[in-house]
């Protein structure tokens, strides 16, 4: 059965807001993600809220904090900073996500990159340009 383009991103657009509708009716809050916040040590990183990512971020941070499940194969796989442009970390410390790009016939180049035991992890960085500069996402209620 073919599928067009248009009706693969409405799946996937109804997909994303029924699983932040989820979360947020079940209770998952940001609440509980700042304690975590409160631990991590400063980086020279530029930093975005939350409320400040863009609304497919935001679904994955939530993505994220909740522990999935994830749409793409690739989530939740290691990131090895090859870059050397998030602070330094044991091997395996950092995962990527998916962050859809409307639009973009493929995964496009949107990340979040976590770092720590998840759910939830201890840090989140976003990335628009497929890991050229990344914003530590400050969370927030």
């Known amino acids: 059965m073919l599928v067009s383009k248009v ?3 409405t799946g996937i657009k109804l997909v994303l807001t029924g699983l932040v509708w989820l979360a947020l009716q079940s209770g998952l809050g940001l609440g509980f993600h700042v304690a975590y916040a409160r631990e991590l040590a ?11 990512l863009p609304e497919q971020g935001r679904v994955t941070y939530l993505l994220v904090l909740k522990g999935g499940p994830f749409p793409y194969e690739k989530d939740g796989v290691a990131f090895g900073n090859r870059e050397r442009l998030l602070p330094q970390a044991q091997r395996g410390y950092y995962r990527e996500y998916t ?9 496009g180049v949107r990340r979040l ?10 840090v989140c960085y976003y990335t628009a340009d497929h890991y050229a500069s ?6 927030g209620n």
């Open 7 to 9: 009706q693969r991103k």
């Open 42 to 52: 400063p980086t020279s990183l530029p930093t975005i809220a939350w409320a400040d």
């Open 99 to 107: 962050v859809p790009t409307p639009g973009a016939s493929n995964r």
């Open 113 to 122: 990159v976590c770092g720590g035991e998840a759910p939830p992890p201890k």
């Open 134 to 139: 990344f914003r530590q996402v400050v969370p």
